[in-house]
């Protein structure tokens, strides 16, 4: 039985991830950073099947522990902070845990079990002020926030350890994933939650900032099946995972609001106070390598995956009014899971 290692196992990406290993058969481990309050809703449907361990990015001598104890075939970094917003008045912090603890999980590995398969959680925001469009894994990076610098640096300490300790090590380019698991303060989770408390006359209004903003914007769930093949390969690499398609935050309104029949001018108020210091203003990924060396492709379109978090929030907002909340499982009976599995098994 393979075993597996996953930072940053109780957000959105770790979850799917976390439930796409165990159907493969994985013993799966999860290093948690440790709170009072720890936050499970992600995967207290799967608690009963993965094994949590106490650790934290910025304490090496924690993370050495956790290597030891999952003595893991494959490790995935997901764990930082991934906020974009949150980097600018914590610049601090977003270097500690994105930047530097990315080093400290390389070390880890390195000094406790050099053998183990290494993936590191790129980003698009590396891109930052596009230097060609679409991005790829060869276009430079223009970071425009201290969390894409931190993420610029994490990935070129993931190249320096797979070419200086030949530590299978990849990184994923990941362009914007969603899902309904994403964090409330996610643009797309940021209106798909709005439209459903409108909707049930909840809210009134939806604040927003830069709406000519394009993203390229897929489904969480198809994103950690790459994860999973880039650590399948013979060769460690790197690899943008992206949908090929831009589409901009007003169309994002559009589709949500539309979706519950409403009009988001209606609703819609701009705010500065939501508009960035310095803005990306357009991500569009080219994902041919992986779709050709990995074949990767992805499977919800944009427009089913705003449907699907807005029946989510609709859903998740009426049991807030019942008191009543149980975490959805990624199904893997659902005809759509399972044709997104069809080519991995």
């Not at 201290?146 to 993420?151: D, L, N, W």
């Amino acid at each position: 039985m393979k075993r597996a290692l996953i930072t940053g196992i109780t957000g959105q990406d770790g979850s799917y991830l976390a439930e796409f290993l165990l159907h493969k058969g994985y013993r799966v481990f999860g290093l948690r950073r440790r709170t009072s309050t720890p936050n499970y809703t992600n995967i207290e449907h799967i608690l009963d099947r993965v094994e949590i361990i106490d650790g934290d990015l910025s304490d090496l001598s924690s993370l050495i522990r956790a290597i030891q104890i999952s003595d893991p075939d494959e490790v995935y970094n997901l764990a930082a902070q991934s906020y974009v917003e949150t980097s600018w008045p914590q610049p601090l912090l977003t270097s500690e845990l994105t930047a530097i603890g990315v080093t400290n999980m390389l070390e880890a590995v390195r000094l406790v079990k050099p053998t183990t398969r290494f993936y590191q959680a790129s980003s698009s925001e590396m891109f930052g002020k596009v230097q060609e469009t679409p991005q790829k894994e060869t276009t430079p990076f223009y970071p425009r926030s201290p969390y894409g610098v931190a993420k610029v640096y994490s990935h070129w300490m993931t190249v320096n350890y797979r070419e200086s300790f030949n530590l299978f090590a990849c990184s994923g380019i990941l362009f914007n994933h969603e899902s309904p698991r994403r964090g409330i303060e996610f643009v797309t989770r940021k209106v798909t939650n709005a439209v459903a408390r409108i909707k049930l006359g909840l809210q009134q209004e939806l604040r927003m900032g830069n709406l000519e903003a394009r993203r390229d914007w897929g489904f969480a769930g198809d994103y950690v099946q790459a994860m999973w093949l880039m650590l399948q390969q013979n060769t460690p690499d790197d690899y943008v995972i992206a949908t090929g398609e831009t589409h901009s935050v007003r169309e994002l309104l559009e589709v949500a609001f539309s979706y519950v029949g409403l009009d988001y001018k209606d609703y819609v108020v701009n705010d500065e106070r939501f508009h960035r210091p310095a803005e990306v203003d357009l991500l569009l990924g080219d994902s041919d390598k992986a779709k050709k060396q990995l074949g990767w492709e992805r499977r919800v379109g944009f427009v089913q995956l705003i449907q699907m978090m807005v029946d989510s929030d609709i859903q998740l907002n009426q049991a807030k009014s019942y008191g009543a909340l149980k975490q959805q499982a990624y199904d893997f009976s659902d005809p759509l899971v399972a044709a997104s599995l069809s080519d991995v098994v």
